[in-house]
């Protein structure tokens, strides 16, 4: 353990933000988003672009994105599986949010969780 208390303590609190179900699947998701626009990406920063090329893979891109949003509930679910997997190689319980009866400032979750989770 270290001596310095304040290094501990911001490393302890890091270490539990680092460790929570929604920063590691905000990691999954960001992941995916950057796989998909990667290409593009390096298309657009080199400097003899080739405009059909780049015209060519936006398209792919855009496309994809699509494919994303039209199958959501697909594309989460394996991405929760990538979830599952980092949770259990780190031993990291999964739990659902608490939800009340009436909420004002959003939508009230699903009570019923098996849909990703398989644990409902």
């Known amino acids: 353990m270290w001596n310095d208390y304040d290094t501990s303590d911001k490393a302890r609190r890091l270490r539990s933000c680092i460790l929570n179900i929604e920063f590691i699947l905000c990691l999954i998701i960001l992941n995916k988003g950057f796989a998909l626009g990667l290409a593009l990406s390096k298309c657009l920063q080199t400097t003899s672009i080739d405009l059909k090329e780049a015209m060519s893979l936006a398209k792919n ?22 979830v599952k997997l980092m949770t259990t190689q780190f031993d990291i319980e999964i739990k659902i949010p608490r939800t009340a009866k009436r909420q004002t400032n959003r939508l009230n979750l699903a009570k019923e969780t098996q849909k990703f989770t398989g644990t409902g």
């Open 61 to 82: 891109t855009k496309q994809a994105l699509e494919e994303i949003r039209a199958n959501a509930d697909t594309y989460f679910r394996e991405m929760f599986e990538q």
